[in-house]
């Protein structure tokens, strides 16, 4: 079976996390404290926080950048549940625009008329690995003096205009989760250069103390320096990883491209796309359907994924608090949408198998 995902774990993580385990010290330490320089230098922001996952980061960080209960965080239907769901955590609202149908990132012509008086900040998402239009939706922020906060637990090295995706709002969110381009096991991170947000953050990660005084109510959404460990050592790879995705995604393009009723990832020209999913349009009116091919591809032994089935307002939590939007382009993208096998672990033979079951009529 080809996975959809896989983690790429080499000798090198395996040595530093006995380092760790022979050095007593496993729990946050000197480790958490490397990872967050490094990363913070790659992603080029002044501050990085290590977090227990992406969900507990973004909890964080909202918090961080001021989400108070009653206010309202745009941000997109089309993403995983917690993106939305840590607004819900803060005692706010998300307020769902639609998308955009080529690159499944929000869209930022459709933002400026879901602001209210109760407007707090936009929480965007770099889908797939790919960017959104960052640069239109930060103007739209300033303009309004509302907080932007990226999501960008799928685009690690992912860059629009040559500067990395989680350097441009007023803090970003980072996953580690053995599915995305660079894993931890369980991790997350935030970058910031706010000195205040990055205070802020470091307070409620660790019960709201500093120096055992509770200022706040803060949690434990501590890293231990066993993950560190690996998240350094993930680091330093992460650059070829991704070049090995896009180099995958460029092949199943090239395959894909000719496939009647197949439609391939659109990448912006502004961006540098990670490929964290090369995910694919299945149009049903060309006479394919996506179960049937889901379906063969498994047969051919192919994991695929549907990345989202569907959209967040439309979940059960979601119509249960109310929520009766439409939002077109979300909709249609989660009936259509079909990820395949692009990691760094899938060889070019593999992506060649990829292709001709794709093609099989
Ligand atoms: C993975 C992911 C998260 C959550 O990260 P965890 O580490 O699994 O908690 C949040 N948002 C997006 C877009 C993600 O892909």
Do not use: W
């Not at 009653?70 to 917690?82: H, K, L, R, Y």
């Not at 209210?116 to 300033?142: M, N, P, W």
Request: net charge neutral; proline share 3%.
């Amino acid at each position: 079976m080809i996975p959809i995902a896989k983690p790429l774990i080499g000798e090198e993580e395996k040595r530093a996390v006995l380092e760790v385990l022979s050095s007593g010290a496993l729990a946050q330490g000197t480790k958490v404290k490397q990872f967050e320089e490094n990363f913070a230098g790659y992603v080029g922001t002044k501050y990085a926080i290590a977090t227990s996952s992406g969900t507990t980061a973004l909890h964080a960080a909202l918090l961080a950048a001021g989400i108070e209960k009653g206010d309202e965080v745009i941000t997109t239907p089309f993403s995983f549940i917690a993106t939305a769901n840590a607004i819900l955590y803060c005692g706010a609202k998300p307020v769902f625009a639609d998308i955009d149908p080529k690159t499944f990132n929000i869209d930022a012509e459709k933002i400026e008329e879901k602001i209210t008086k109760r407007t707090k900040a936009f929480l965007v998402v770099h889908l797939y690995g790919q960017s959104c239009s960052i640069d239109a939706i930060k103007e739209i922020c300033e303009d309004h003096d509302l907080k932007l906060i990226e999501d960008a637990c799928q685009a690690h090295g992912a860059e629009y205009r040559g500067r990395k995706v989680g350097s441009f709002g007023d803090c970003a969110v980072f996953s580690f989760y053995s599915t995305k381009n660079m894993t931890t096991g369980e991790g997350g991170m935030i970058t910031t250069d706010d000195a205040r947000i990055a205070e802020k953050a470091r307070l409620l990660r660790e019960h709201g103390s500093k120096l055992r005084y509770h200022d706040v109510l803060g949690y434990n959404y501590r890293m231990t320096d066993i993950a560190a460990a690996i998240g350094i050592e993930q680091l330093k790879k992460l650059d070829a990883m991704n070049h090995k995705r896009i180099s995958n995604a460029k092949l199943l393009t090239r395959g894909i491209e000719k496939i009647t009723g197949l439609e391939t990832p659109y990448i912006s020209p502004h961006a540098k796309h990670v490929f964290h999913q090369y995910t694919i349009r299945v149009r049903e009116e060309y006479g394919i359907s996506r179960d049937a091919l889901v379906e063969r591809l498994n047969k051919n032994g192919i994991g695929t994924l549907v990345y989202y089935p569907l959209p967040i307002h439309k979940q059960k939590l979601y119509k249960k608090l109310g929520y009766r939007d439409k939002l077109p382009m979300a909709e249609e993208a989660a009936k259509e949408v079909l990820s395949l096998p692009v990691h760094a672990g899938v060889s070019e033979t593999e992506i060649r198998h990829i292709v001709a079951s794709l093609s099989i009529e």
